[in-house]
């Protein structure tokens, strides 16, 4: 229940060091010329450029081809056969729910008898 010293002994010495570099250590450390940072940016900014051209191009290929002929199989003359199994697939649902509501109701009349 209650944690021994050795454990409170370390997570004192951890929140110390933490304190340490938060605290202390930016007292004695120097700023750089702005020369450096610049550069950084500069080439962050064009690997940021770059890699939005990446995205763009598959992004903008989706776009194009999301039509309702290639959506719904028009262009390769599915749209009848898609329909037709839509059509089936609805069936046998209805069919599911309706026995599963039968045997609901069978099984409430008998219970109550």
Known sequence: MFRSSSTGTRYGIIIGLIALL?????DVTYAQDAGITKDIGEYIDMGIKLLSWVWVVPASIAGKLMTNDFTYGAVFHLDTYLWKLWILMRTFAFFTLGFIFIVSLIKHIVKNE
């Open 22 to 26: 938060f605290f202390v250590l930016p």
